[in-house]
């Protein structure tokens, strides 16, 4: 399960877009968050052209993860006849507050659906399940992780976090990978990110070619990434590619 991104940075590095990511199976669109810089981007791609469906997995409520959420919400439901699918789980404690966004800012509830993550296991060969796991970011709202079970193994997207508790955890308990998909800051005394130092004691020297590095905040974060033996997530530049799953 390799994520395309449209996006990889932090929430003031506008350089490089906010952080998003997406991937398509079949005619279906699957986009984890949509910040302020997404709607522009996935309109300048062509992404949804030929999509019959689009999912969106969101990891908190900070604008650089749904800051233009609100605008493709509307886009589908006023120019292409859908309704955008938030895939979310029951016991999500930013449910309420994700809704009372987008009720503010005029999307109302009939303009798009909900679905619950229990309702689509098995569902789809791209990955069988997904789930959030809580983490701590900051002290004003609620954040997820994503975990994607495929047939490769465990897909952990971080969203955005300022531990890697639970990464910890499945890194302990010899949980086979795919990929890691996690956000990086180089402030080591940053209260609301992951510090790179912290990344690199945790993960192993034979799984950073595994792990992918996303919500950097400049080219020195950049580049610091890879000299300590991580990848780098690459933005899309052109045109997406519909990939058919037979």
Known sequence: MELKFLGRGSAFNYKEGNTSSYFIENN???L?????TIFRRIMNMNLLENIEKINIFITHTHTDHIGSLGTLIEY??????????????????NINSIKEILNYCGVTREMYNVTYTKYIIGMYETFNKVS??????TDTLNAYSLIFLTNNGVVFYSGDTNNATYLEYLLMTGTNFE????????????PVHLPLSKLSSLVPEELKSKVFCMHL?????????IENGFNVVEIEKSSRRLIKIK
Request: net charge negative; hydrophobic share 30%; proline share 0%.
């Open 179 to 190: 990929r890691i998909y996690i956000e990086t800051t180089l402030n080591e005394s940053s």
């Open 132 to 137: 959030y796991i809580e983490t701590r970011h």
């Open 76 to 93: 589908a439901y006023f120019n292409m006849n859908k309704k955008v699918n938030l895939i979310l789980e029951e016991n999500l404690k």
């Open 28 to 30: 279906e669109l699957f």
């Open 32 to 36: 984890i968050d949509c910040g302020s």
């Open 217 to 225: 905040e400049s080219q020195e974060c950049i580049e610091k990434v």
